[in-house]
Nanobody
């Protein structure tokens, strides 16, 4: 069973950047569709970005043009580069697996979730 561990969160000023990492253990993720979700206080989990095993990417409208998802199969790691951060990006960010890129974009993840990493953007 694959375990996902997120890292790279922190406190940043509006307009700043962060890069989140998701490292998998237990199994290689090169054949998986991977994604990032986030949960702001008092809200449900929201889709952020996804990357398929073949490299196709999907983004929510709220982050398109600012965030970039990528993967390094040799390191068994998925990244989320976040630029031009806004206070509304403040949330706990989770790395997940999905049956497809479109299913992730629709909000459906499979398997267990990690603990997430906190991103806080100050105004």
């Amino acid at each position: 069973q694959v375990q996902l561990v997120e890292s790279g969160g922190g406190l940043v000023q509006a307009g700043g950047s962060l890069r989140l990492s998701c490292t998998a253990s237990g199994r290689t993720v090169s054949s998986y569709n991977m994604g990032w979700f986030r949960q702001a206080p008092g809200k449900e989990h929201d889709f952020v970005a996804a990357i398929t095993w073949s490299g196709s990417t999907y983004y929510s409208d709220s982050v398109k043009g600012r965030f970039t998802i990528s993967r390094d199969n040799a390191k068994n790691t998925v990244y989320l580069q976040m630029n031009s951060l806004k206070p509304e990006d403040t949330a706990v960010y989770y790395c997940v697996r999905g049956s497809s890129g479109s299913s992730l974009q629709a909000g459906y993840a499979i398997g267990s979730w990690g603990r997430g990493t906190q991103v806080t953007v100050s105004s």
